[in-house]
C-alpha cells in the first residue's frame, strides 16, 4: 500500500465554521507534512510532524491547527478561516530514515471558504 | 538555505517533440532533486529522483534527468512528447529527512507543459 488518502476530496465552510481535514497512510512513515498550494502556485510548507511530535511550523496562523493523533493519522483542524485561506491542501509522507526517499502525495483537500 | 528555479512558466511542444524542462538547484550541501507532475485537481506524483547514485536519472513514463554538479543542473527530458503528458512539472529539493529540514521539499515555480498534435 503506497497510498496517502485525504478526506474529504472538497469542502466548502463558512469564515465561522469549524471543519478537519484527514490524512492518512499505512507505509509507517514517520515524517507528515500539510502543504498548501494557490492556484497557478507551487506548494508551499505549513507543517512538518517527525514521529508524531509538531518539529515545522512555518509561521502559519492559529486559525490551522494540526495533529497528529498516532503515526498513520494527520489531521489539520480549521476554526474561523478567511476566503484568501481557500487553497489545495496537500498532505504528504515519507520515512523519517533514510534521507534519500521520496515523498508520497495525497490527492488533496479542495478548500473553498465562503 | 536550498532552492530551485525552474526556467520556463511554460514550455510547448508538439506531440512526438523532445520535451525539455529547465531545473537549476542551490544547495550548499549534496542535495537530493525530485520531479513530481501534477495533473489538474490532483496531487502530485514522483516522476524520478536524484540521490547521489547515478547522475543519469531514469523515471516513469519514459522521463529522465542529468544531474551536472558543474551547472547546478537537474533537466528534466523525454525524447518524444505524448497528449497525456500535459500537466504542470515541478522540481524540488530536499534536505536530510533526519536533519534539521526534517526532509521537507522546496519547490520551483512549476512548468505547465502543453503538448499540440
Known amino acids: 500500500d503506497t497510498e496517502v488518502t485525504q478526506t474529504p476530496k472538497h469542502l466548502v465552510m463558512g469564515m465561522t465554521n469549524k471543519k478537519s481535514l484527514k490524512c492518512e497512510q499505512h507505509?509507517?512513515?514517520?515524517?507528515m507534512y500539510w502543504y498548501k498550494q494557490k492556484a497557478k502556485k507551487p506548494p508551499e510548507l505549513m507543517f512538518v510532524?517527525?514521529?508524531?511530535?509538531?518539529?515545522i511550523n512555518e509561521s502559519v496562523p492559529s486559525r490551522f491547527s494540526p495533529e497528529c493523533p498516532n503515526s498513520s493519522l494527520l489531521n489539520l483542524h480549521l476554526h474561523a478561516l478567511q476566503p484568501e485561506d481557500s487553497a489545495l491542501y496537500l498532505c504528504?509522507?515519507?520515512?523519517?530514515?533514510?534521507?534519500?526517499?521520496?515523498?508520497?502525495f495525497g490527492q488533496g483537500t479542495r478548500l473553498t471558504v465562503v | 538555505a536550498q532552492s530551485v528555479t525552474q526556467l520556463g512558466s511554460h514550455v510547448s511542444v508538439s506531440e512526438g517533440a523532445l520535451v525539455l524542462l529547465r531545473c537549476n538547484y542551490s544547495?550548499?550541501?549534496?542535495?537530493?532533486l525530485f520531479w513530481y507532475v501534477q495533473y489538474p485537481n490532483q496531487g502530485l506524483q514522483l516522476l524520478l529522483k536524484?540521490?547521489?547514485?547515478?547522475?543519469l536519472v531514469k523515471g516513469i513514463n519514459g522521463f529522465e534527468a542529468e544531474f551536472k554538479k558543474s551547472e547546478t543542473s537537474f533537466h528534466l527530458t523525454k525524447p518524444s512528447a505524448h497528449m497525456s503528458d500535459a500537466a504542470e512539472y515541478f522540481c524540488?529539493?530536499?534536505?536530510?529527512?533526519?536533519?534539521?529540514?526534517?526532509?521537507?521539499?522546496?519547490f520551483g515555480q512549476g512548468t505547465i507543459l502543453t503538448v499540440h498534435p
Open positions: 504528504a509522507s515519507r520515512p523519517a530514515r533514510p534521507s534519500n526517499t521520496e515523498a508520497f
Open positions: 507505509m509507517g512513515h514517520r515524517a
Open positions: 510532524y517527525s514521529y508524531e511530535k509538531l518539529s
Open positions: 544547495s550548499s550541501v549534496p542535495p537530493y
Open positions: 536524484y540521490t547521489s547514485a547515478a547522475t
Open positions: 524540488a529539493v530536499s534536505g536530510e529527512a533526519g536533519g534539521t529540514s526534517y526532509g521537507k521539499l522546496t
